[in-house]
Structures are given as C-alpha cells and as structure tokens.
C-alpha cells in the first residue's frame, strides 16, 4: 500500500505484508524445532549430573557408615513374619511386632548425611518403623514417626523422575518417595524356583534383610560390585519405592533379575512387581559401586555381566572370563587354552574348589580382561573400558 506526502509525492509504507510475516514465522517455527532438542538434551544432562552426584553423597555416606561400625547397614533393619514359620537364624519365632520392623537401611546413614534430626523423628529403636510391613501400623500415629516417613530428602531424589514426592499405596499410611535402591544381588522375580525366604535372607548382593554385609566379603572387590541404582515410578503400586520402607523387589531394595530398564508391570514379576532398577536417563541407568563410583550402564548390558556386577563373589568374575563363550579371537591360544582349563574348574561345585583354584582364576580373569580390551580397542578406537566389563572401574560416557 502507498500514500502520498503533501507535495503529491507517493512514498511505500514500511509495515510486513503477509507473505512475509508467515515466512518470518515459519522461520522462527523452524528454529524452535531445531533448538528444543538441544535444549531438551542439555536439560536431561543437567539433571543426570545432579542424580550422579546424588548417588555419590550416598555412597561417601555408606563408605562412612561401614568404616565406623565395620559393616554396611542392612537392607533391611527387621525381620518379618517368615520366622516364625520357616528357620531363620536371625528371625527366631516369636518376636514382637516392633522387632518385625521394615525400616529401610537409608535412615541409618541419614546422620552421615546431615540428617540427624530426621533419624531422631524416626528412632526406629523405639516402637519400630513398618512393623510387619503394613499389618502393625500403631507406629505411624506417632506424630514425629508420621512426619519422617513423610519427609523427603533431596539426595535421594534423581530430578529426571517427575514422580509425585508422596505415594498413598499403603494407605492409610502416606510415606515421601525417592529414587534409589539398594542391590540385593541376582536372585529375584525372573530366577528359576523363585524362593522368597532365599530372596530376602540369602541374597548374593551387598544388601539383605537384617544382616549386615562386611567390606571383606565383597570378594569380586567394591569396585567391581553395585550397591545402589536407580528407580521410576516410586508412587505406584508396580515400583513402590518409599524410602523409609524396605521390601522384597520393592521399597528400598531391587534385583538384577531382570534386565536394566524393565519398566514397571513389564518383565518377571511377583505380586506385579518386578524388583528391576530403571531411569528416565534414555539408554540405560546410573548405578554405584561399593568403592563409591557412578557408573552410566547400558540398558544393553549381557544379563550374564549384569548379574556378575550384583553378586559379592569373585568366582563371577572367574565364570565370566573362563566361560566358553570367551574363548574368542581376543585371546591368544594360550589365554584361550587357559580359559578351558579355567571352566572347567569353575564347572565343578564350589566344595570341590580350592582356594588356590579360586586365586588362579582371578589372576586369569585380570589377564583375560585386559586382552580383551586391548582386542577391542583395536577393532574400535572409540571403545571405552565401560560398565559392562566386569572388573574395571571405569565407565562408558
């Protein structure tokens, strides 16, 4: 459109027509669709890092913990009513209600974590906490005892998991939720000839009902066993995952039975839980190991290494590296020859074993390690040493 000035003359106005506004729109669309994945992605980054750190202040609180008192805290601080029908040496028949508790082995690091005033409103020493799981509930009217198991604590909490803080699942009790368990080793929902006496109080992980575990009999070494990983949906029935509260495949401590990932309701189950540790982190999910690194591991990860990782013993670490399927084009012919010799042995039952043997096959299992990554370095020089190759420290970023 044109105007004319006072001597006659036509001059253009300067306003947009539409052609061009839709295409500066257009642009600017454009620019946004190409610009909300980064942000989107450094967002995720952002919250990984701090769900890392998370981890991380928890396991220096472990560390600090067992350095004081010589043991790790149990998964579980009570027995439940197993006892009294099954022989469990360390749940007689008989106990009282508040001995039968279900605290969680967090509230015993919450001093080391400077929460010393959350642990004094949930004593559980007086009058329990989760006593008989959710069939003795006298404790929770207990004003203090009430608002702790209410109160969330940041460093339990990865912020990529937009899960509600509080979960009613076991109303009338509302307890505050968080997002990491402990690992009670391999034997869960997808194990054959599922026991749950055997799951609780006879796990091969660091954390079991009521028994504390040691640092030396973590024989694969705290830097090739997990202690703590991730959880989703801790509001749900499927994955609850009160942080007070401990349960077999819920509540506190999970399996690797079944794969990393496995989201709630999918995999093995039991009561429609399936025990398994999972992350908003898109391929995988963090984890942290006795000696107190976080580790990225993929989703991906042999189910065979994952296992060995949960479990305290180095004879994993043997069968790992001496199982046939090892015997590749990695290894020299002599590795490879040792590494039948080495399955053999570790074929047999552990009674038939020496101690040498176990001593000689760790020293194999190093070797083997150390070939094999040096082999596939060769073939990838991208290759990381990463968290799915037992006995290493390091992890894939």
């Known amino acids: 459109m044109k105007f004319a000035?006072?001597?006659?003359?036509?001059?253009?106005?300067?306003?947009?027509?539409?052609?061009?506004?839709?295409?500066?729109?257009?642009?600017?669309?454009?620019?946004?669709?190409?610009?909300?994945?980064?942000?989107?992605?450094?967002?995720?980054?952002?919250?990984?890092?701090?769900?890392?750190?998370?981890q991380k202040q928890v396991a220096y609180a472990l560390q600090e913990y067992e350095t004081t008192g010589g043991a790790f805290p149990p998964g579980r601080l009570g027995c439940d009513d197993s006892g009294d029908t099954t022989p469990i040496p360390v749940c007689p028949p008989g106990l009282p209600a508040e001995k039968k508790t279900a605290a969680s082995g967090f509230i015993e690091i919450l001093?080391?974590?400077?929460?010393?005033?959350?642990?004094?409103?949930?004593?559980?020493?007086?009058?329990?906490?989760?006593?008989?799981?959710v069939n003795s509930i006298g404790w929770y009217y207990d004003a203090a005892k009430q608002a702790g198991v209410q109160q969330r604590v940041a460093v339990f909490v990865c912020p990529s998991d937009d899960s509600a803080s509080l979960s009613d699942v076991y109303a009338p009790l509302v307890a505050a939720t968080a997002n990491y368990a402990f690992m009670q080793g391999s034997v869960g929902p997808a194990s054959a000839n599922y026991d749950k006496t055997a799951v609780k109080f006879d796990n091969n992980g660091m954390f079991l009902y009521v028994r504390p575990r040691k640092a030396r009999e973590v024989t694969d070494g705290l830097s090739n066993t997990l202690m703590l990983g991730e959880v989703i949906m801790p509001d749900t029935w499927e994955s609850s995952n009160a942080w007070t509260y401990a349960r077999q495949n819920a509540d506190a401590i999970r399996t690797a039975s079944n794969p990393v990932n496995t989201i709630p309701g999918d995999g093995a189950m039991v009561d429609r839980q399936n025990g398994a540790f999972a992350s908003r982190h898109p391929g995988g999910a963090i984890f942290t190991y006795g000696d107190a690194h976080v580790a990225f591991v993929n989703e991906g990860i042999s189910m065979a290494t994952y296992q060995a990782l949960a479990t305290?013993?180095?004879?994993?670490?043997?069968?790992?590296?001496?199982?046939?399927?090892?015997?590749?084009?990695?290894?020299?012919?002599?590795?490879?020859?040792?590494?039948?010799?080495?399955?053999?042995?570790?074929?047999?039952?552990?009674?038939?074993?020496?101690?040498?043997?176990?001593?000689?096959?760790?020293?194999f299992a190093g070797v083997a390690r150390r070939h094999t990554v040096?082999?596939?370095?060769?073939?990838?020089?991208?290759?990381?040493?990463?968290?799915?190759?037992?006995?290493?420290?390091?992890?894939?970023?």
């Open 5 to 54: 000035n006072r001597e006659g003359r036509v001059r253009p106005t300067s306003a947009f027509t539409l052609v061009e506004l839709l295409v500066v729109i257009a642009i600017l669309a454009v620019l946004m669709a190409l610009l909300l994945p980064a942000v989107q992605a450094a967002r995720e980054a952002a919250r990984r890092s701090m769900c890392s750190d998370h």
């Open 111 to 133: 001093p080391q974590l400077e929460q010393q005033a959350l642990y004094d409103k949930l004593d559980v020493d007086d009058g329990g906490l989760w006593n008989r799981n």
């Open 312 to 363: 305290i013993g180095a004879e994993d670490l043997c069968r790992f590296f001496s199982r046939p399927a090892f015997h590749s084009h990695l290894l020299p012919a002599e590795l490879r020859s040792a590494g039948e010799s080495q399955w053999s042995i570790f074929s047999t039952s552990p009674a038939e074993r020496s101690s040498a043997a176990t001593s000689n096959c760790l020293q």
């Open 374 to 397: 040096r082999g596939l370095q060769q073939q990838s020089p991208a290759f990381v040493e990463a968290e799915d190759m037992p006995g290493n420290g390091a992890a894939r970023r």
